[in-house]
């Protein structure tokens, strides 16, 4: 699968909501609607310019929705159903969250399983994810005009 418009990338995220899986690392089930907001948010926190790297903290659980039977797949199927729509750099993000990362993506990947790693929080407010659609947008329009050189 394949996505080309936010809005089905919105409609994948909300159906994770009461959906139980585990994070990019493994551990305790975590309801996937909430660990990808809290990644999100973590991510925002720490590195509030880098949109990209939000939004791979974002999306990186949807492939547990799109291949359930095959766990040790997720982050390759996130990141060739994102590629179309966000860009290369996002979908490298979330296949090397689980792999070993180059040099180029290197200290952005550790950033991000460090987010996924504490994005385990029951009850953390981590906003609506009706607030990250923007954000999605941007990233997606510059994916768009780039798309050439990507």
């Given at each position: ?55 791979a903290g974002l ?27 966000l860009g290369e ?62």
């Open positions: 699968m394949e996505l080309r418009r936010v809005e089905e990338l919105m409609d994948l995220l909300h159906a994770c909501r009461g959906v139980r899986g585990t994070s990019c690392l493994g551990g305790a089930p975590v309801d996937l609607h909430d660990h990808a907001l809290q990644t999100a948010a973590l991510l925002r926190r720490s590195r509030p310019a880098d949109k990209e790297l939000q939004v999306v990186h659980v949807v492939g547990q929705l799109l291949g359930p039977a095959d766990p040790t797949g997720h982050a390759a199927l996130t990141a060739t159903a994102v590629r179309p729509l750099r996002v979908s490298d993000l979330v296949r090397l969250s689980r792999e070993n990362p180059d040099n180029r993506t290197g200290e952005d990947v550790l950033t991000l399983r460090q987010a996924d790693e504490a994005a385990r929080t029951a009850g953390l407010d981590a906003g609506v994810l009706e607030d990250w659609r923007t954000v999605l947008e941007l990233v997606s329009a510059r994916h768009t005009r780039l798309g050439a050189v990507d």
